[in-house]
């Protein structure tokens, strides 16, 4: 009792620190909400963007002055929403069927540059990003560009850096070693078609 006392007394006699602090935390705290509020409010705002893009897209050809429009929009609210890393990567999917390879390398390192700035929570997305441009750069018959990007870790795609990595081999007539790839993704794969896949490719490997 005699120790509540003294933390009683204690405050009366110091309660203007002790408010001003409960007015720091209070302020700090509410500070913290406005801002987390402010950018839930953004990304809704994107996002609401991004399916109305999306869903025309969906339904119809792709427009490439809308595209421009609602990257426009989206970059005003958030220059580094994660909904401008989906569109760089359906423009850069596009780009790839019409057969304009440097137009997609471009998007997909934009979309690239963006996530450098984001959390491990979308370390699955840089992955398939980087997939995609090995893909090209192999097309491109660029395979040193391929290698150094296929140098970085994979964690969720690790199965498809093996497979490409022994495509790469393949194209450069080192079959052991494209063979060692193929067996490494086979033994890593859970997917049926994946595995199938993996296997014809094992069988058109010739000496």
């Known amino acids: 009792m005699n120790f509540l006392n003294k933390i009683y007394a204690w405050i009366l006699k110091n309660y203007i620190k002790v408010i001003s602090f409960l007015l720091v935390i209070g302020l700090a705290y509410g500070t913290y909400l406005y801002f987390y509020f402010q950018a839930q409010k953004k990304d809704q705002e994107a996002g609401d963007l991004f399916l109305n893009f999306y869903n025309s897209y969906s339904t119809s050809d792709f427009?490439?002055?809308?595209?421009?429009?609602?990257?426009?929009?989206?970059s005003q609210i958030d220059n580094a929403s994660i909904f401008l890393v989906m569109l760089k990567s359906i423009n850069a999917a596009e780009s790839v069927e019409s057969k304009d390879l440097q137009k997609a390398l471009t998007e997909l390192s934009n979309a690239r540059e963006i996530l450098s700035s984001k959390g491990n929570d979308f370390n699955f997305l840089k992955e398939i990003i980087d997939l995609r441009m090995v893909n090209i750069f192999i097309d491109l018959e660029d395979l040193e560009r391929a290698n150094n990007i296929l140098k970085n870790t994979f964690t969720t795609y690790q199965t498809n850096k093996l497979i490409l990595q022994g495509d790469i081999s393949a194209i450069e007539k080192k079959f052991e070693e494209a063979k060692k790839k193929y067996v490494d993704a086979l033994e890593r794969s859970e997917n049926e078609t994946q595995k199938n896949l993996i296997n014809l490719k094992i069988s058109t490997l010739t000496d």
């Open 63 to 74: 427009n490439e002055q809308e595209y421009k429009i609602v990257i426009d929009e989206i």
